[in-house]
């Protein structure tokens, strides 16, 4: 199937639809643009199409109010019926690339370039790819073995990649269960900003997501069901760490070093190593003078002990980030006190649908209607994705520079700030002390919603302490101006370490070279996030500025660096190779355009200061691009920048 030619967009569910009240009730609560491109993939009349643009406008909400008039979503609803109902289903035709793009623009009430279409076509889930197995004149390998540090969100989908491609594949995953993020992270409150319909892999679609952002149980069992569906398990050395990697130039392979929980260590030989061990893993703990004195239980947000009872304790909660705002909602009412220990600032902006649940209509449409969930996903994602980009991107001659960077950022910034004032009204003492003086998105943003972030604060029993902490007793907290809080538990949502970037695993590749030397404690480079000259078949994922930070998108991501993983181990075996690098040319080209760009980004503001940037101030996290750049250049190895040996 090809995009830029036409494409007959399948789909698996079956027609016709015989539960007709189901329908009847799924059409009545479904997204109306979203019906209307279930309708026309099928219909192909643009007539028919254009008669709902003006009313289609570039505003996300998963279910708001619908701006179409009542009797033209009838009508669609109507046709549509006839057509899931009917005992001779209509057939699916080939869309071509105009078409699809013309659908594209009014579903979302807004132009989509051309560049963006193929990457949405690819992402949404449109395409059911033939496996590299079955694509007709490819080579296949014969006994090419790759080792997979961890067995995550990555691990497990490049596992499913690999295997698809005739590769043998061994995760090896520290934990005994697999799911990394989603099976450490069970603190009360545990989800995600991204929202569910996009955060998913584009190829195991999921209808059945209870909210319209997941929570992390809900994303475990997710991953499970897929890793079990592809029969994961039964390539995974669990409780087993991988301590050192070391490249043998002679016999061109990997000899891995592990270690089992016991302790014991063994050494196995990969062709290739695939480092998907996850960013955000290993625990910050804060360096604050007397905490290990504290006598209560304390639990860092990574390493729950929920079997510590909250009811009617006196909880701290130190650090407001991403998972602060969701603790602190979640315990507020249970505790008899909260006292939240603010560092530094984080913008706070709404979006209602963080906890919204699906209904069991929109579940019946997203499970039945063909094309539902790829075209929903598609909306979904381009309301938060790329289109977000504008607000890290600095816009030349922006005239507020201290406060904003450009038209979007700017107003996003209004947008916070009414939210903010508006929930804290009555108190301006809050206001004043959670309102940052970096423009929006110079750090990760707090989504809230109602009975959120913003409302805990408003709480009786809840205090924001922003004084600092100068030293823990046994019993207590105490702030540098002196104050001494009396408390039970305390919980730590303090964030993780980054660097080193490879933790405590050791990296020699071709003549010994030392990759953690190579990196210093906080220096990760490499060409394209995913390799470095000098490591042979040695793959990161999410590496060195490679992380999506402009927006949803790391599901994205990880999906197309393990696509070009393999594309790159293909090149080899077609080569009859053993040994695939990149050039330290394509490597310090690469970096060049990475340090370029992000001269322009909101990450390099003078006031913006976060977990990006090293302690030279450069960011080594963050990609510079746009995701569909960014995909599109993971397509197929540049023929000059790798080199087969
Ligand atoms: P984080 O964003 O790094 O936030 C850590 C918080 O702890 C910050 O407020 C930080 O203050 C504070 N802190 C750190 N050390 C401290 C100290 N010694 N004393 C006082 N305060 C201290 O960590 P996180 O909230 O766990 O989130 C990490 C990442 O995980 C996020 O960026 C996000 O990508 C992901 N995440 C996402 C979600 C979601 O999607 N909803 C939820 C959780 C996590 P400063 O700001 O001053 O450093």
């Known amino acids: 199937m090809n995009v830029m030619g036409k494409a007959v967009i399948m789909s698996d569910c079956p027609l016709p639809i015989t539960d007709t009240e189901g329908l009847k009730a799924a059409l009545q609560d479904a997204n109306i643009p979203t019906l209307l491109m279930v309708y026309t993939t099928y219909s192909h009349d643009e007539e028919y199409l254009d008669s709902f643009a003006p009313y289609l406008r570039g505003i996300y909400t998963a279910e708001g109010p619908s701006s179409v008039p009542e009797e033209m979503a009838q009508d669609l609803r109507d046709r549509l019926f006839a057509l899931l109902t009917s005992p001779t289903p209509p057939e699916e035709r080939p869309i071509d690339t105009r078409l699809l793009r013309h659908m594209m623009g009014v579903s979302v009430g807004e132009e989509v370039p051309e560049a963006q279409v193929p990457v949405l076509y690819d992402q949404m889930g449109f395409?059911?790819?033939?496996?590299?197995?079955?694509?007709?004149?490819?080579?296949?390998?014969?006994?090419?073995?790759?080792?997979?540090?961890?067995?995550?969100?990555?691990?497990?989908?490049?596992?499913?990649?690999?295997?698809?491609?005739?590769?043998?594949?061994?995760?090896?995953?520290?934990?005994?269960?697999?799911?990394?993020?989603?099976?450490?992270?069970?603190?009360?409150?545990?989800?995600?900003?991204?929202?569910?319909?996009?955060?998913?892999?584009?190829?195991?679609?999921?209808?059945?997501?209870?909210?319209?952002?997941?929570?992390?149980?809900?994303?475990?069992?997710?991953?499970?069901?897929?890793?079990?569906?592809y029969?994961?398990?039964g390539n995974v050395q669990f409780d087993t760490k991988v301590v050192e990697c070391r490249w043998d130039d002679a016999k061109s392979v990997w000899h891995v070093t592990l270690q089992k929980g016991d302790g014991t260590t063994k050494t196995e030989d990969a062709n290739a190593v695939i480092l998907a061990h996850g960013v955000l893993n290993r625990w910050s703990m804060p360096n604050i003078p007397g905490l290990d004195t504290f006598k209560g239980p304390k639990m860092h947000s990574a390493g729950w002990d929920n079997s510590v009872d909250l009811k009617g304790k006196k909880v701290a909660l130190i650090g407001t980030g991403a998972s602060a705002a969701q603790i602190g909602p979640a315990i507020a009412d249970d505790v008899e006190s909260l006292v939240i220990f603010q560092r530094s600032k984080h913008w706070?902006?709404?979006?209602?649908?963080?906890?919204?649940?699906?209904?069991?209509?929109?579940?019946?449409?997203?499970?039945?209607?063909?094309?539902?969930?790829?075209?929903?996903?598609?909306?979904?994602?381009?309301?938060?994705?790329?289109?977000?980009?504008?607000?890290?991107?600095?816009?030349?001659?922006?005239?507020?520079?201290?406060?904003?960077?450009?038209?979007?950022?700017?107003?996003?910034?209004?947008?916070?700030?009414?939210?903010?004032?508006?929930?804290l009204k009555d108190r301006p003492d809050l206001v004043e002390k959670i309102v940052p003086d970096y423009p929006i998105f110079?750090?990760?943003?707090?989504?809230?919603?109602?009975?959120?972030?913003?409302?805990?604060?408003?709480?009786?029993?809840?205090?924001?302490?922003?004084?600092?902490?100068?030293?823990?007793?046994?019993?207590?907290?105490?702030?540098?101006?002196?104050?001494?809080?009396?408390?039970?538990?305390?919980?730590?949502?303090?964030?993780?370490?980054?660097?080193?970037?490879?933790?405590?695993?050791?990296?020699?590749?071709?003549?010994?070279?030392?990759?953690?030397?190579?990196?210093?404690?906080?220096?990760?480079?490499?060409?394209?996030?995913?390799?470095?000259?000098?490591?042979?078949?040695?793959?990161?994922?999410?590496?060195?500025?490679?992380?999506?930070?402009?927006?949803?998108?790391?599901?994205?991501?990880?999906?197309?660096?393990?696509?070009?993983?393999?594309?790159?181990?293909?090149?080899?075996?077609?080569?009859?190779?053993?040994?695939?690098?990149?050039?330290?040319?394509?490597?310090?080209?690469?970096?060049?355009?990475?340090?370029?760009q992000m001269q322009h980004m909101i990450w390099s503001h003078p006031k913006a200061k976060s977990y990006y940037l090293n302690s030279k101030g450069r960011n080594y996290v963050s990609c510079p691009f746009m995701l569909s750049e960014y995909w599109s250049w993971t397509r197929r190895p540049d023929e000059k920048a790798l080199v087969v040996s």
Not at 353 to 378: M, S
Not at 454 to 465: E, G
Not at 466 to 493: C, F, M, P, Q, W
């Open 127 to 229: 395409e059911r790819p033939i496996p590299r197995k079955d694509v007709p004149g490819r080579k296949m390998p014969q006994g090419v073995k790759v080792l997979i540090i961890g067995g995550g969100m990555t691990g497990i989908a490049a596992g499913i990649k690999l295997a698809e491609a005739g590769y043998d594949y061994t995760i090896i995953e520290k934990n005994k269960e697999l799911g990394g993020t989603w099976l450490e992270n069970t603190y009360p409150g545990v989800g995600l900003d991204t929202p569910s319909h996009f955060y998913s892999y584009s190829f195991e679609l999921n209808p059945d997501w209870s909210t319209y952002h997941p929570k992390g149980p809900e994303i475990q069992e997710y991953l499970l069901s897929v890793a079990d569906k």
């Open 231 to 233: 029969g994961i398990r």
């Open 348 to 423: 706070v902006l709404n979006n209602p649908d963080i906890n919204t649940p699906v209904n069991e209509h929109i579940r019946f449409a997203l499970k039945h209607i063909p094309h539902y969930k790829e075209w929903f996903r598609f909306r979904v994602y381009w309301f938060t994705g790329d289109g977000l980009y504008n607000n890290v991107k600095m816009e030349e001659n922006w005239p507020t520079p201290d406060i904003s960077i450009s038209a979007q950022n700017h107003a996003a910034r209004e947008y916070a700030l009414w939210y903010i004032n508006e929930k």
């Open 442 to 596: 110079g750090k990760r943003i707090v989504l809230d919603a109602e009975g959120g972030w913003l409302d805990t604060l408003l709480k009786p029993n809840v205090t924001l302490d922003t004084d600092g902490i100068d030293h823990i007793e046994e019993n207590a907290i105490v702030t540098k101006s002196g104050k001494r809080y009396e408390v039970d538990v305390i919980a730590l949502a303090t964030g993780f370490e980054l660097s080193p970037a490879l933790g405590p695993l050791e990296v020699y590749g071709r003549n010994g070279a030392d990759l953690q030397e190579a990196w210093g404690t906080d220096d990760a480079r490499s060409y394209l996030g995913v390799m470095a000259p000098a490591y042979p078949n040695f793959f990161m994922t999410l590496g060195p500025n490679s992380a999506p930070n402009h927006a949803a998108g790391v599901n994205m991501v990880l999906e197309a660096q393990i696509h070009y993983i393999i594309e790159a181990l293909d090149r080899m075996v077609a080569e009859g190779g053993h040994a695939i690098e990149p050039t330290v040319e394509a490597y310090n080209e690469w970096n060049e355009k990475v340090e370029d």
